[in-house]
């Protein structure tokens, strides 16, 4: 089983804060990772997917990359409505895999 | 537009098997390129896929749960049918059913239901 592994569980941040989370994969998975955001009691809305295509309607203020077994999402600058968990997941060779979640909360 | 909505019992006690409907509309489940899986979510905790059955019939399972889950397709009713035998408490979580669409193992989930709780206990 391919294992994703996030970092930071918990990140505090600010209004107009530059966010990186990251994420690991334990064997290469390509490009083949999503990001997904999610608020309590919803579910989960898709970011990004091919590691750094942006899906449709979501704003430019998200970004990712990284192929192989690192990757980053990127929050160029946080607005009140992006105060949420975060998780990658691989999809890679059928199997998906998420990530433990990466919370951003207000510092 | 695509929907996908959730059904099935919100208890369920110990060793009993759970049924699952995923009901959804905006796309055909015979349509090439197309899938629908499962994901859950224990309150609190990470999300867990489960399953995902593509449009060809082909069934892709979580290699933990492989042996308790089964996952079928009804394209005439616009349904997929997740079961899962052998019920325990820690099987209580918010149970998803997701969209994808795409080719070359370019699957990723685009669209959710809702979810539905599952709460395991005697």
């Known amino acids: 089983d391919i294992q994703m592994t996030q970092s930071p569980s918990t990140l505090s941040a600010s209004v107009g804060d530059r966010v990186t989370i990251n994420c690991r994969a334990s064997?290469?998975?390509?490009?083949?990772l999503a990001w997904y955001q999610q608020k309590p009691g919803k579910a989960p809305n898709l970011l990004i997917y091919k590691a750094s295509r942006l899906h449709s309607g979501v704003p430019s203020r998200f970004s990712g990359s990284g192929s192989g077994t690192e990757f980053t999402l990127t929050i160029s600058s946080l607005l009140p409505d992006d105060f949420a968990t975060y998780y990658c997941q691989q999809y890679n060779s059928y199997s998906w895999t998420f990530g433990q979640g990466t919370k951003v909360d207000i510092k | 537009q695509i929907t996908l909505k959730e059904s099935g019992p919100t208890l369920v006690k110990p060793t009993q098997t759970l049924t699952l409907t995923c009901t959804f509309s905006?796309?055909?489940?015979?349509?090439?390129?197309?899938?629908v899986g499962w994901i859950r979510q224990p309150p609190g905790k990470a999300l867990e896929w489960l399953a995902l059955i593509f449009w060809d019939d082909d069934k892709r399972y979580s290699p933990s749960l492989k042996n308790r889950l089964t996952v079928a397709k009804d394209t005439s009713k616009n349904q997929v049918v997740l079961t899962m035998t052998n019920m325990d408490p820690v099987d209580t979580a918010t149970y998803f059913c997701a969209h994808t669409e795409g080719e070359n193992y370019d699957w990723y989930f685009d669209l959710w239901g809702r979810g539905t709780l599952v709460t395991v206990s005697s």
């Open positions: 064997q290469s998975i390509s490009t083949w």
């Open positions: 905006g796309f055909s489940i015979s349509t090439s390129g197309v899938g």
